[in-house]
């Protein structure tokens, strides 16, 4: 195996970036395709998780943004187990998260990643109303849930019961995006516009000028079954409606496709890290 990744980033001066007090990083080789990012207020986690998935959470980037990663970069997970002296603050879907920093911090110490941001010509999706009056779909409604006090108080001791649900059961304060549906909880324009790009693997724009925080769930029919469906999951409905029209029917906005310049994370070099 080879040592550390070195990672010499175009964004920030590394030495200068909050760092957890320890971490430690070893393969994990259990078969699983499940993973998860997470972790209590001192600490970070990552548990089968693929190195691309590490980067990505590091630059606050998707997939579709980046550009020059090996395949063993998607393929091999990884476990992490890193403290911090220190409380993470709660936060939400689009602030800025110390996580993400230390995690990058992280890999500047012990993995060998050289990658820079370029700005670039893509495709993208622009967010829009479909009325003038700028008025929403029946299925997005205005919230006034405060996600900062819901936070401290899953902090404090509430856990999972103490974040209050959206209409279709899903936890408000946050988003989701299973097959076939997107639930939106107390977030702003910019915020489902970055699920709509994940969703969509292009970006999405967001030109609505709607300000305030929506809560809401749209329902549509994906043109495909992920991976490849099974005897347990259906078949998509030809009939049913895609994304796009469910967008304009249950929440009132559109998607328009248009042109510009984007961030591309450019991976220069990276070499597998070095196992505690």
Not at 236 to 249: I, M, V
Request: aromatic share 6%; hydrophobic share 35%; charged share 20%.
């Amino acid at each position: 195996m080879n040592k550390g990744w070195l990672l010499a980033i175009a964004i920030g001066a590394a030495q200068t970036s909050p760092t957890f007090d320890v971490a430690a990083i070893k393969q994990n080789k259990s078969g699983e395709n499940g993973g998860r990012l997470g972790g209590p207020p001192t600490r970070f986690t990552a548990t089968n998780i693929p190195a691309m998935q590490l980067v990505l959470f590091s630059y606050n980037v998707q997939g579709f943004q980046v550009e020059g990663a090996p395949d063993w970069l998607k393929n091999d997970r990884w476990d992490i187990n890193a403290k911090s002296d220190k409380d993470f603050p709660p936060v939400n879907l689009g602030s800025p998260d110390p996580r993400r920093d230390m995690l990058r911090a992280l890999l500047v110490d012990r993995m060998k990643l050289k990658a820079h941001i370029e700005k670039k010509d893509r495709p993208l999706y622009q967010l829009v109303s479909v009325r003038p009056d700028k008025s929403l779909g029946p299925q997005l409604k205005p919230s006034t849930v405060d996600c900062i006090a819901v936070g401290e108080a899953a902090r404090r001791g509430g856990g999972a019961a103490a974040v209050p649900r959206t209409a279709d059961g899903s936890f408000d304060c946050g988003l989701s995006a299973p097959p076939g549906r997107i639930s939106i909880g107390t977030q702003a324009m910019p915020q489902i516009a970055m699920m709509l790009s994940s969703t969509l693997q292009r970006f999405v724009v967001d030109r609505t000028g709607i300000t305030g925080n929506y809560s809401g769930t749209v329902t549509y029919t994906p043109e495909t079954t992920p991976g490849g469906g099974g005897p347990d999951v259906p078949a998509p409905d030809p009939n049913g409606a895609s994304l796009f029209t469910a967008l304009q029917e249950q929440f009132g906005l559109k998607l328009e496709s248009s042109r510009g310049q984007v961030d591309i994370l450019v991976i220069d070099h990276i070499e597998r890290p070095t196992e505690d």
